[in-house]
């Protein structure tokens, strides 16, 4: 058994989230930490909402509300939409709790005490009309290097080389389009250049390994090349004050610097809320433990360089030397598990100009499994995907209504018609004992493959099986059993069907955890095959901490839950005798209709070819 730390992106509250962003952050990371957990693992799954930086003070401003309600607000749907989805953390919290602040500031102290925190006189782009610090990614312009446009203020996705807001070409803000001002201002930066040697020696023991995905490890060591001091402070109000500059109101951490330590904190946090506030330390202090981030690919650099190094700078890992602070030598990533893109009918997502379709939106018209069916199946796992409606009918209806939803259906049904419980075996055919032996097998290869983040391919596994259980019906023909002779052969058939689907619920329940429970239930069971995360009304841990802004609040709301009920990986003997009802279908089979019907909403935002214009 190992500890596995499971780093799930932190969501960020200037909005509700779009089925782009679980498909990259969320999904992979459930799926991945359900299967852990069966397979025997001490698993802790991890995250919350990044709230801090000038993107939440831009929306507070245009809804006329202040950045505590804007980021109160969305916290609250990010968290029901994510409990909606099925997602399993054990603590789901957020960037503007007490015991964060007190963990960022803590380890901004040690990494400064250790040398790699240094002040430089930089210029910073204000918004002249607002007087208010622009944030690098609100800034773009034609990239230096490479000419391309649209580059951002702090990296060019066409080239992948990292930029500042004062490299690009017309640099113009993403906000208004105005010009920004450029004025100098005292900041610390971390000292990257001097963590470089570590940085690298690390990225080549992980390339080592064989375990990234390809294009991961590769842009994590060519942002080597061009490595240099990144600001780790902004002029900015809103965010976490700045050890040593408490007479400075006006100056905060940067967003970068504190976001990615909400998986440290948030460990921290865990533990504090469930009586042992140590226990955090085998995730982190323990060398033998593993950790994985998920993520999508924009977010490579800073799990691959910014958090590296921050943790390398806190260890006393680098060029200066140093000392580990009070939370001990902390464990690097085991593992940057990215994902590509999803596309929304060939187009980019894209809030600001209609081309999205938020988690909520979705799950008020359709079942939360068949979104994460279509992610498992057809999502950017390591390739950009693109979503479509009539895909998503398509596999909806072609493979869970028809495959898996069919086989569930009609076995259920037999059962309950001719015998009206699980019936006893006689002997097992040759045809019998395949169906068994394959299915069994399958855990072993469905489950390697999920721990090898391939999950496409272990749910076409998983799928295939579900397609040999529905031929293995088409060749016995249980339906066609009706003499008294046939009785015995007809509960050995029927009995290996029932063995055959709590097999396959069992190895699909990563994937489809409510429909898992509605499997077991038309089995015969109590429904508790993949437990489900809740929403839990936490009390603010550490008040005293907090800035003016959070005067008065005493708790918020996280997502947790008890997923040690889970059953072990593997076969689990039916039990002969258990009743089984009249089933009612698993999945929803949808009306072709509804592609034009969702197209139609987007239709003046979408290509001509698409919407049929």
């Not at 909520?360 to 499994?369: G, I, K, S, T, V």
């Not at 495959?403 to 055919?429: C, D, S, Y």
């Not at 901490?545 to 003997?573: K, M, N, Q, S």
Request: proline share 7%.
């Amino acid at each position: 058994m190992s500890h596995i730390l499971s780093a799930v992106a932190w969501p960020y509250a200037n909005g509700p989230r779009h089925i782009g962003h679980v498909a990259g952050f969320g999904v992979p990371s459930d799926v991945f930490s359900r299967y852990m957990r069966m397979a025997g693992h001490d698993v802790l799954m991890v995250s919350g909402t990044d709230e801090h930086g000038t993107p939440i003070l831009v929306a507070a401003d245009e809804e006329g509300v202040t950045a505590r309600e804007l980021a109160d607000r969305n916290n609250r749907l990010i968290v029901e939409d994510l409990v909606a989805l099925g997602l399993s953390y054990d603590l789901f919290t957020r960037t503007t709790a007490g015991n964060h602040y007190r963990v960022v500031q803590d380890m901004f102290r040690t990494v400064r005490d250790n040398g790699y925190m240094v002040q430089e006189v930089t210029r910073s782009a204000i918004s002249p009309s607002t007087g208010r610090t622009l944030p690098d990614r609100y800034i773009e312009g034609t990239c230096p290097i490479c000419g391309t446009p649209g580059a951002r203020g702090d990296q060019c996705d066409a080239c992948g080389n990292q930029l500042d807001p004062t490299d690009l070409i017309n640099p113009r803000s993403r906000i208004n389009g105005e010009t920004p001002e450029f004025i100098e201002s005292t900041h610390w930066f971390l000292d990257l250049p001097a963590l470089a040697g570590a940085l690298g020696a690390w990225l080549d023991e992980r390339e080592a390994s064989g375990t990234w995905r390809p294009n991961v490890i590769r842009f994590s060591q060519n942002i080597l090349g061009e490595i240099r001091p990144r600001a780790m402070t902004r002029d900015i109000d809103w965010g976490i004050p700045v050890p040593g500059w408490e007479d400075q109101p006006t100056k905060r951490l940067y967003v970068w610097f504190d976001a990615v330590i909400g998986y440290l904190s948030a460990s921290i946090e865990w533990a504090r809320r469930t009586g042992d506030p140590e226990a955090w330390r085998a995730w982190w202090n323990d060398p033998q433990a593993l950790s994985y981030y998920f993520m999508g690919k924009d977010n490579i650099v800073f799990h691959s360089q910014i958090w590296p190094a921050e943790l390398l700078g806190y260890d006393g890992r680098g060029d200066k030397g140093g000392n580990p602070g009070e939370l001990g030598t902390l464990n690097l990533p085991t593992e940057v598990v990215s994902s590509e893109f999803l596309t929304m009918e060939g187009k980019k997502f894209s809030s600001s100009h209609g081309i999205v379709i938020y988690v909520r939106d979705f799950l008020e018209r359709y079942q939360a499994d068949a979104l994460r069916y279509f992610i498992c199946a057809a999502g950017p796992e390591t390739a950009d995907a693109d979503f479509t409606w009539a895909e998503f009918v398509r596999r909806t209806n072609g493979e869970l209504v028809a495959g898996w939803g069919n086989l569930v259906n009609r076995t259920a049904t037999m059962i309950h018609k001719r015998f009206g419980q699980i019936p006893e075996p006689g002997p097992l055919e040759a045809i019998d004992s395949a169906l068994l032996d394959s299915i069994e097998a399958g855990f072993a290869d469905v489950g390697g493959l999920i721990a090898r983040h391939r999950q496409k391919a272990a749910l076409a596994e998983a799928m295939r099986l579900v397609g040999e259980a529905n031929k293995y019906i088409a060749d016995t023909e249980p339906f066609k059993l009706k003499a008294p002779e046939q009785q015995e052969r007809l509960a050995t058939v029927l009995h290996t069907l029932a063995q055959a689907v709590a097999d396959l619920n069992l190895m699909l329940s990563p994937f489809l955890p409510h429909a898992a429970n509605d499997v077991d239930r038309a089995m015969g069971g109590q429904g508790a095959i993949a437990p489900m995360p809740e929403i839990r009304e936490a009390a603010e841990l550490d008040p005293e901490v907090l800035p003016e802004a959070f005067a008065g609040r005493t708790g918020y709301p996280i997502i947790a839950g008890d997923y040690t009920t889970a059953p072990a990986w593997g076969r689990h003997e039916v039990v002969i005798g258990t009743p089984v009802a009249k089933p009612r279908p698993v999945f929803i089979k949808l009306d072709e209709a509804i592609v034009d019907q969702e197209l139609a909403r987007y239709a003046d935002r979408l290509p001509d070819d698409v919407t049929g214009a």
